[in-house]
């Protein structure tokens, strides 16, 4: 994304703009979730029994494809809920085609009936990411605390799912960010050294 290095000192305004960047990349490549399930490579994959995804909102890259490439291999599946506005995401159960209710945040999620998961890799959205495993999110911190809180009770892979051209050349890193361990894309997997 040309003109667009770091992430500026109006934090809105500059999410806002990748906002808009993603629903134009979403609008040319309606089929970007799928060619990105293609080119996943499993071997690259750590081992792991339960892969969490998120709902897609608006632009967002569709996970379903590769959770559902996931999930063929044996691994239970979880959706992330948020519990506050300030809270880590928790993990549960789902299946497709399980009903899902309106989490804090309004996004549907499993209720407070499914069971608890951990997952041993996570699939996040991002705005944007940098090949160093940044990433700029919605700027909640959901992600950040979530993931922390798993890697403080096993290893965790993380993988950011984006359009390629969501790229940047960096994103400064605070130290409560959560590092990707790899990127995929429409157009390849990119794994974070």
Known sequence: M????ATPPDKPAFRARLRALRRQLAARNPDAAEQAAAVLPLE???AFACVSGYRALGAELDPLPI???LKATGAHFALPVALGRQSPLEFRAWEEGDPLVDDALGV???GPSARVLHPDVVITPLLAFDRRGGRLGQGGG???RSIANLRALKPVFVLGLAYAGQELPGIPME????RLDAILTETGYIEVG
């Open 2 to 5: 040309s003109g667009l290095v």
């Open 44 to 46: 690259k994959m750590p």
């Open 67 to 69: 959770c559902r490439r």
């Open 108 to 110: 549907p999620a499993p």
């Open 142 to 144: 959901h992600y950040d």
């Open 175 to 178: 130290p409560h960010d959560q």
